[in-house]
C-alpha cells in the first residue's frame, strides 16, 4: 500500500521487527527513528501514520508525542506496539503473539482508511455543513456502543468496567450476540468468560467471514486462543476488568470517529438533509417531506401513517441511540426525525393503520431490548403513538392528532 504521506516507526533499537513485517506486506515509505528524533521526525514529514515501540523511560517523549499527533487535522493514528504502560491520548495497542506482526499491516491499513475518510469529510466541509455536522463535539467514545458477550464471575466487573464510559449491550449467549450484531450498530465487542474455546472459535470464525465486521474491534479474554482470525482489531487479553477496558477502548474510540465520519459524509452527500448525529431526517426536512407525502397521499389516494416513540427521562446518548437503531430498522420507504424533546416521529408511506401498528411493534421490541440507559437493568420500553391519515387531515392536523393521542395517555397515566 502506498500512501503519499510516510509512516514512521519510533523505536530505541532500529530496524525493529514489525518494520520488516509492514515492508514485507507493502507497506511503504517507511521512515525510522529513535526516540530522541521522534518529535523532529514527524514535524518534518507529517506522517500518515506513526508506529512506537516504548519503555517506560520514553514515556516522557511518548506523551508529548501523542498530544502533538492528537491535534492534527486529518487523524493521525498512533499504534503502539506491546505497550507496558497505559497509553496515552487516542493511541491505539497491538499486541504480538510469538513474535507475529502479519496482523500489523491489517490494523494498519484500517487505521489509515480511518484517515482517509476524515480527510474526505474535511475537503467537503464548506461553512454551511460545518455547522450540521458533529465532528467537533466530544470523544468519540460518547457515542460508542460496546456488546459484552459473557455469563461468567468476571461478567458483572467487565459492565460496570465499559458502562463508566460507553453504551453497553449484553448478549449472555452466542445466539442472542448474533441477533444484535444483525439489529443494530456497535462499536467493539468484547467476549468474557462462560464460552469453550470451540465456541468462542467458530464466533470469531464467523466473524472474519463476514466483511461487515471484519474491522470491527473485538476483545477476547478466553486464554489458549491464537489470534489467526483475518479481523484487523483482534486483541487477546488478560487480566482484570480495568486491563481488558484499557486494552478495548482505543479500538473502539477510533470505530466510533470512523462511525461518526460516515454519519457526517451522508449528511453531506444529502445536502444537510439527513442528522449526522442519528441518520434520520433533520426536522425541517422531515416537515417538508412529511408535507408533500399528505398532499400526495391525498391527491392519488392510498394510505399513510404516523408513529411517535417517546420514552421515559433518559440521557441525550441514550436518545441518539434509541434514533440509530430506528433508522436501521425503517423500511427504504419509510422517513422519521428525532424532535426536540427526545421522541422520534416515523411516518409510513402506504401504509394503513393496522399495519402500522404491527410495524411499530416489531420496532419497539427491537429498541426495548437493545438501547442502552443509565441503568443497565432497567428496561427502556417506548411510548408508542398512532395516527393515520383522514380525509380532512392536511400535515399539521395529523401531526396534532398524535401529539393529542400522547397528552391522553400521560393524563390517563
Not at 489467526?228 to 480495568?242: C, F, H, K, R, V
Not at 426536522?283 to 392519488?300: G, I, K, L
Not at 427521562?313 to 422517513?335: C, G, H, K, N
Not at 424533546?341 to 411493534?361: P, W, Y
Amino acid at each position: 500500500m502506498s500512501d503519499q504521506a510516510p509512516i514512521v516507526i519510533v523505536s530505541a533499537r532500529q530496524p525493529t521487527a514489525f518494520s520488516s513485517a509492514l515492508a514485507a506486506s507493502n507497506m511503504f515509505p517507511l521512515i525510522d527513528a529513535t526516540w530522541d528524533e521522534a518529535l523532529d521526525a514527524v514535524a518534518r514529514v507529517q506522517p500518515a501514520a506513526v508506529l512506537v515501540s516504548a519503555t517506560g523511560d520514553d514515556m516522557t517523549t511518548f506523551q508529548a508525542l501523542a498530544k502533538r499527533l492528537s491535534a492534527k487535522q486529518p487523524y493521525v493514528p498512533l499504534i503502539a506496539i506491546d505497550p507496558v504502560t497505559s497509553l496515552p491520548g487516542h493511541t491505539v495497542p497491538f499486541t504480538q503473539t510469538f513474535g507475529n506482526f502479519d496482523r500489523l499491516g491489517a490494523r494498519l491499513r484500517n487505521a489509515l482508511r480511518v484517515r482517509t475518510l476524515h480527510a474526505t469529510v474535511m475537503r467537503r466541509l464548506t461553512a454551511e455543513n460545518v455547522q450540521r455536522t458533529s465532528l467537533q463535539t466530544p470523544d468519540p467514545l460518547e457515542d460508542a456502543t460496546v456488546m459484552l458477550i459473557g455469563r461468567g464471575a468476571g461478567y458483572p466487573a467487565l459492565s460496570v468496567a465499559f458502562g463508566e464510559r460507553v453504551g453497553v449491550v449484553g448478549a449472555l449467549s452466542i445466539e442472542a450476540a448474533a441477533k444484535h450484531l444483525n439489529s443494530r450498530d456497535l462499536d467493539g465487542i468484547v467476549i468474557g468468560e462462560g464460552f469453550s474455546q470451540r465456541v468462542v472459535d467458530a464466533f470469531l470464525t464467523v466473524l472474519a467471514e463476514d466483511a461487515r465486521f471484519r474491522n470491527l474491534p473485538v476483545v477476547v479474554t478466553t486464554p489458549g486462543l491464537a489470534p489467526s482470525y483475518e479481523l484487523a482489531n483482534l486483541e487477546m487479553s488478560s487480566g482484570d476488568a480495568a486491563n481488558v477496558a484499557a486494552t478495548a477502548l482505543p479500538l473502539v474510540r477510533q470505530h466510533a470517529f470512523e462511525a461518526r465520519l460516515s454519519r457526517a459524509l451522508k449528511s453531506i452527500d444529502s445536502d444537510g438533509l439527513l442528522d449526522s448525529d442519528t441518520g434520520l431526517l433533520t426536522r425541517a426536512a422531515f416537515e417538508r417531506d412529511f408535507a408533500t407525502a399528505v398532499y400526495q397521499t391525498q391527491s392519488r389516494g392510498g394510505g399513510l401513517s404516523v408513529a411517535r416513540f417517546a420514552f421515559d427521562a433518559v440521557p441525550e446518548r441514550a436518545r441518539l441511540d434509541a434514533a440509530r437503531i430506528l433508522s436501521r430498522l425503517m423500511r427504504q420507504m419509510d422517513f422519521g426525525t428525532l424532535q426536540t424533546d427526545g421522541s422520534i416521529v416515523v411516518a409510513f408511506a402506504e401504509t394503513d393503520l393496522r399495519n402500522a401498528h404491527m410495524i411499530a411493534k416489531r420496532v419497539s421490541s427491537v429498541i426495548k431490548h437493545t438501547m442502552h440507559g443509565p441503568k443497565r437493568d432497567a428496561r427502556n420500553d417506548p411510548y408508542v403513538s398512532l395516527a393515520t391519515l383522514l380525509p380532512n387531515d392536511n400535515a399539521k392536523s395529523l401531526l396534532a392528532r398524535l401529539q393529542d393521542d400522547v397528552t391522553r395517555r400521560a393524563a390517563a397515566s
